[in-house]
């Protein structure tokens, strides 16, 4: 058994120099069979052991069978490879008989169970030993299956009789082994792409669309494992990484959303200037100019119109009809502002303006923090710090701003006091300081350190 690991580590070895992965030597001792591809089929409680032929076996697999000598007297165990059918109606198959647990049988399999001189019939269910002959004058040599299993690597080097098949298995696969295969298994070129690739069904006929979706059923290719391995890793990706997408992909959707209606409005209005154009020169009655038109669309659009002493629109309506008009023209008048003060730059756009600027810089610099008031001031800070994320399309770091600023509002109505809640949000402290928080967590522990020391040198020298 020692020899066997040793051997098979040299071959996960050589796989590894090739490039191979864990998952390409697991592939390799599992051969693509599932732990229910490898029970046992017994015929007698078996109603129809072909299909289970057509099910599990392929040109290529391996086959692990309860043999018998000339009169029905059980010889342990045997492996042959299975090389293809040889008929079906009948249910036989030709192989390469690999290995047997009997010394007597594996001698019996050398000499005389060659491919062209043996035929393994699948039997059927019944009482008794199966009654199937080959024709009279027929010379192969007979081996019944009436119990047996599909076989992989992993199988054979368990079992002292198969640890040698089993290696020369692996053995042959890494040999084989190729870094990317361009075709997948049992494609044209075959099953050579991918040492140990599931082989083609045995007793299909033909290459109609019925017998390719049978083989796919019964033999899915590992490409196909494979690709939803990376699609899996890849929703994981985007999931991990989508909410600042997520949120940009709605913002351009609900932009497209508005272009989309105030295209409509502009298609119904021409539609309706051309209606009263057309009933104005018939000279119809009720004909009304597209100014009137306008007007009554404006003023029944709109439920509570209010205008100002100068004619225009209340806000509300301003950020209906043009959303981001009030925040362009409110980063306008900042920049006016910001401008007049030393090291302001007129020439930086509204668009380039940071709100946080205009919040230090002229709101506390005209009122303090005493007359603000603790709360106002970090509302400030909050509310310049989420503008400024939003300008930067940041959504996902403006999101979680907001987010906390909730969570630390709930906590300071429950507390009555800011004392805690402040801590809960993103904001940075309200007093300016060069000295980051792990610094000064550094310094004080410092400090606390050097006070404990001079504390036990004033006892010692009291004593």
Same mark, same amino acid.
């Not at 502009?266 to 009304?288: C, D, T, Y």
């Given at each position: 058994m020692a020899d066997t690991l040793t051997g098979m580590e040299a071959l996960r070895d050589e796989l590894a120099a090739k490039g191979g992965s864990a998952e390409d030597w697991d592939f390799l001792m599992s051969e693509g069979l599932k732990?229910?591809?490898?029970?046992?089929?017994?015929?007698?409680?078996?109603?129809? &052991?072909?299909?289970?032929?057509?099910?599990?076996?392929?040109?290529?697999?391996?086959?692990?069978y309860r043999c018998? #000598?000339?009169?029905?007297?059980?010889?342990?165990?045997?492996?042959?490879e299975v090389a293809g059918v040889l008929d079906e109606a009948?249910?036989?198959?030709?192989?390469?008989?690999?290995?047997?647990?009997?010394?007597?049988?594996?001698?019996?399999?050398?000499?005389?169970?060659?491919? #062209?001189?043996?035929?393994y019939h699948v039997c059927n269910g019944g009482p008794g030993p199966c009654s199937f002959r080959l024709p009279r004058g027929d010379k192969r040599e007979l081996i019944h299956l009436d119990f047996w299993r599909v076989v992989n690597p992993a199988i054979l080097v368990s079992q002292e009789y198969g640890r040698d098949a089993g290696l020369a298995r692996l053995r042959s696969g890494v040999g084989k082994y190729v870094p990317h295969p361009l075709l997948p298994p049992g494609g044209a070129g075959g099953k050579e792409d991918r040492p140990g690739a599931a082989p083609a069904?045995?007793?299909?006929?033909?290459?109609?669309?019925?017998?390719?979706?049978?083989?796919?059923?019964?033999?899915?290719p590992e490409p196909l494992k494979e690709k939803k391995r990376k699609d899996k890793d890849r929703k994981e990706k985007d999931t991990r990484k989508s909410v600042g997408s997520l949120l940009n992909e709605r913002a351009e959707s609900f932009e497209s959303g508005l272009e989309e209606e105030r295209r409509k409005k502009k298609r119904r209005k021409k539609r309706h200037e051309r209606v009263e154009k057309k009933k104005h020169s018939r000279g119809e009655p009720g004909a009304s100019t597209s100014s009137g038109e306008d007007e009554e669309s404006s003023s029944s659009e709109q439920?509570?119109?209010?205008?100002?002493?100068?004619?225009?629109?209340?806000?509300?309506?301003?950020?209906?009809?043009? &959303?981001?008009k009030l925040l362009k023209g409110g980063l306008q008048e900042m920049g006016r502002y910001l401008a007049d003060r030393v090291g302001g730059d007129p020439r930086v756009g509204w668009e380039d303006r940071k709100v946080m600027s205009y919040v230090n810089q002229i709101l506390m610099a005209n009122h303090s923090s005493q007359t603000i008031g603790i709360r106002n001031?970090?509302?400030?800070?909050?509310?310049g710090?989420?503008?400024?994320?939003?300008?930067?399309?940041?959504?996902?770091?403006l999101g979680d701003l907001l987010m906390q600023r909730l969570k630390a509002l709930e906590t300071a109505v429950a507390e009555q006091s800011w004392s805690s809640a402040r801590h809960q949000e993103l904001i940075s &402290?309200?007093?300016a300081s060069l000295t980051n928080q792990a610094e000064r967590e550094k310094a004080a522990k410092a400090e606390l350190r050097a006070n404990k020391l001079r504390a036990a040198m004033g006892k010692s020298k009291t004593k």
């Amino acid at each position: 058994m020692a020899d066997t690991l040793t051997g098979m580590e040299a071959l996960r070895d050589e796989l590894a120099a090739k490039g191979g992965s864990a998952e390409d030597w697991d592939f390799l001792m599992s051969e693509g069979l599932k732990f229910a591809d490898v029970d046992w089929v017994d015929a007698s409680r078996c109603g129809d &052991p072909w299909k289970e032929v057509n099910k599990r076996l392929g040109e290529g697999r391996m086959v692990e069978y309860r043999c018998y #000598d000339s009169r029905r007297r059980s010889q342990g165990m045997a492996i042959f490879e299975v090389a293809g059918v040889l008929d079906e109606a009948q249910h036989l198959l030709k192989g390469i008989h690999l290995a047997a647990s009997d010394e007597y049988y594996q001698w019996y399999g050398e000499h005389d169970l060659s491919v #062209d001189n043996c035929a393994y019939h699948v039997c059927n269910g019944g009482p008794g030993p199966c009654s199937f002959r080959l024709p009279r004058g027929d010379k192969r040599e007979l081996i019944h299956l009436d119990f047996w299993r599909v076989v992989n690597p992993a199988i054979l080097v368990s079992q002292e009789y198969g640890r040698d098949a089993g290696l020369a298995r692996l053995r042959s696969g890494v040999g084989k082994y190729v870094p990317h295969p361009l075709l997948p298994p049992g494609g044209a070129g075959g099953k050579e792409d991918r040492p140990g690739a599931a082989p083609a069904r045995l007793g299909a006929v033909g290459s109609g669309l019925d017998a390719m979706m049978e083989e796919a059923e019964a033999f899915p290719p590992e490409p196909l494992k494979e690709k939803k391995r990376k699609d899996k890793d890849r929703k994981e990706k985007d999931t991990r990484k989508s909410v600042g997408s997520l949120l940009n992909e709605r913002a351009e959707s609900f932009e497209s959303g508005l272009e989309e209606e105030r295209r409509k409005k502009k298609r119904r209005k021409k539609r309706h200037e051309r209606v009263e154009k057309k009933k104005h020169s018939r000279g119809e009655p009720g004909a009304s100019t597209s100014s009137g038109e306008d007007e009554e669309s404006s003023s029944s659009e709109q439920p509570f119109q209010k205008l100002s002493t100068r004619g225009e629109m209340d806000l509300w309506r301003q950020s209906q009809t043009n &959303p981001g008009k009030l925040l362009k023209g409110g980063l306008q008048e900042m920049g006016r502002y910001l401008a007049d003060r030393v090291g302001g730059d007129p020439r930086v756009g509204w668009e380039d303006r940071k709100v946080m600027s205009y919040v230090n810089q002229i709101l506390m610099a005209n009122h303090s923090s005493q007359t603000i008031g603790i709360r106002n001031v970090r509302e400030a800070q909050t509310l310049g710090s989420a503008i400024d994320m939003l300008m930067a399309g940041n959504l996902g770091g403006l999101g979680d701003l907001l987010m906390q600023r909730l969570k630390a509002l709930e906590t300071a109505v429950a507390e009555q006091s800011w004392s805690s809640a402040r801590h809960q949000e993103l904001i940075s &402290p309200q007093s300016a300081s060069l000295t980051n928080q792990a610094e000064r967590e550094k310094a004080a522990k410092a400090e606390l350190r050097a006070n404990k020391l001079r504390a036990a040198m004033g006892k010692s020298k009291t004593k």
